[in-house]
């Protein structure tokens, strides 16, 4: 099941991955070097791996999984469909590429601190697996949250944010744009591991040198 969650300028698509098995293949082989240190990845037991790394992270020696292609090629298409049938792929991308591509391990006492992911991306957090949880969650252990933008476009209206808490469980698919503030609160026993892939897009012209959405001012 996918459900869609909009406020103003910010949205979250929430869906579900059936067979995760391939994903859960290549972490076998994700490059072991962490850098948490570096990320929003916190906590005594946390790590942080990536799978294709970014550009500002540069470290010759990476070595990206070898099933890694297949894997990308079948989640990129995941996400465009949910992007398309949601009226929310980015009006001049013709594609989604993947631009990088990390897993996080998170064990007792591990949580991400508030962070966003810059502009012009998409981004996706898929859950491998998630620890055990209290039934009601009231006090938000191992919740993801996100910040809503929902203020008016009027520069005098009052901001209007609002925090969204999620309960993750395996196979949960979130995308949402990367401008988003989110976090993960603390979790408990157990282990929460996700598949994070940020992506840009093709445009379909250069903005200025195009036809297709071009403006003029005389
Ligand atoms: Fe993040």
Known sequence: MTKLFREGKSWLIISQIENTSDLEHMLTTVDPFDYSEFTSAKGINSQQNYILPPSWLPRPEHQVPPTWPTVCDRYTMIVQKLLVDNCLMPFNWHRLYAKSAWTVQGQAGSYHTIHEHGPNSISTILYTAVPPRPQDNSDYTGSVYFVMDGS??????????????????????IVFPSFILH????????????????????????????????????
């Open 152 to 173: 008016s476009y009027n520069d005098t209206a009052v901001p209007a944010t609002r925090v969204m808490h999620i309960n993750p469980h395996p196979g949960m698919l």
């Open 183 to 218: 976090g993960v609160y603390p979790q408990s026993s157990g282990l929460r591991q996700t598949v994070n892939i940020d992506y840009h897009g093709n445009p379909d012209f250069e903005y200025g040198l195009g036809t297709a959405g071009s403006t003029s001012y005389n």
